[in-house]
């Protein structure tokens, strides 16, 4: 089976990539800047209503560990807001982010970001929530993955909460076509940590997890994975992104870092989860470039895969990682990915 390297990313659709990204780079420390590339979204017609659009995207990531974000913004239309989300509405519901230090988290972004209080989720660790200014919820929670070894660190992008129809189904989705093998809990109830966006409503929740075996060039960044499935026992959950195009504001895609596209393609397909976009070979996008594919949970949720070839490493001297005839699964030495931060963004 294809081994996934971690996430690389979670696209983020937004109205003005530039004040999102100074947000995400303040509030969770995503200040290196690996592209920054406006081009048409040739091959996402299909989730644009038939239409090819222009877009900006940038990818920023945090060189602690963890994955990045890829803003996303339409460039040739006027961005489309949604619906207020519910917990248990189908698509992704927060996006994780990892700290060391959960307390110190919570009074380093209180102080500039909304946040609820730090109280323990279904594991038992405790976890807060912080909401963007376009009403995006992110989640901060306990991990031990790291690419640094410092005493604090507040890291990048480690799961998702992703609403779901019917778990059961959901589990099967991840765990035969991903290789989350292990599930943490699995429980219903009321759950204060939610906020009070939840408060006296049922769930069902199931934590998996995908220990990284460091596979793959930047798996020592990206560390570990958490997908945690949600669904309302009370109401029917909404599609999130219905009526609007992918790209419009809001969690548009989890994508994860694969080593052998051709292998995890042949598994999804058997398992009857048809790719529903695929490249095909690298696709440019200006300082980076890769082979990408798409492929839609049981209800819809887009999950990227992408197979890195080329990673901008002193945009300025034109030196990049040129990874499409590397033969190894091996991790990329630390020397060599700390590289990466010399893209940084200084404030």
């Not at 895609?253 to 393609?265: A, Q």
Request: proline share 3%; aromatic share 12%; charged share 20%.
């Amino acid at each position: 089976m294809a081994f996934i390297s971690g996430i690389q990313q979670v696209g983020i659709g937004c109205s003005n990539a530039t004040t999102t990204f100074a947000w995400l780079r303040k509030t969770f420390g995503l200040n290196v800047k690996i592209f920054d590339d406006e081009a048409k979204a040739n091959l996402m017609s299909r989730y644009t209503g038939g239409t090819v659009h222009s877009r900006r995207a940038i990818l920023a990531m945090n060189m602690n560990g963890g994955g990045g974000a890829e803003i996303w913004q339409f460039t040739s239309k006027v961005p489309t807001a949604g619906k207020k989300i519910h917990w248990g509405d189908h698509g992704i519901n927060a996006v994780k982010f990892k700290s060391t230090d959960i307390e110190t988290a919570y009074a380093n972004i209180n102080y500039d970001a909304a946040c609820t209080s730090p109280l323990p989720g279904p594991s038992g660790q405790s976890t807060f929530l912080v909401n963007d200014e376009d009403g995006n919820r992110y989640q901060v929670v306990n991990d031990s993955s790291w690419f640094r070894n410092e005493t604090y660190m507040m890291g990048g992008v480690c799961g998702a909460i992703i609403g779901v129809n019917n778990i059961d189904l959901s589990i099967a989705f991840y765990q035969n076509g991903f290789g989350f093998s292990k599930v943490i809990y699995d429980v219903t109830g009321k759950f204060n940590d939610l906020g009070e966006d939840s408060k006296n409503q049922n769930f069902r929740r199931a934590l998996l997890i995908f220990e990284n075996p460091f596979k793959g060039p930047f798996s020592k960044l990206l560390g570990n994975i958490q997908i945690e499935l949600i669904q309302s026992l009370d109401r029917k959950g909404e599609k999130i992104y219905e009526g609007r195009f992918w790209g419009d504001p809001g969690f548009i895609h989890l994508c994860f870092d694969v080593e052998n596209m051709n292998t995890l393609k042949a598994n999804l397909e058997r398992l009857r989860y048809k790719l529903t976009v695929d490249s095909g070979n690298t696709f440019d996008m200006g300082e980076s470039g890769g082979r990408f594919a798409y492929v839609e949970d049981p209800d819809g949720t887009l999950i990227e895969m992408v197979e890195t070839h080329k990673v901008p490493l002193i945009k300025k001297l034109g030196i990049y990682f040129n990874l499409k005839k590397r033969k190894t699964q091996k991790p990329l030495p630390y020397w060599m990915v700390s590289l990466l931060g010399l893209n940084k963004v200084n404030d």
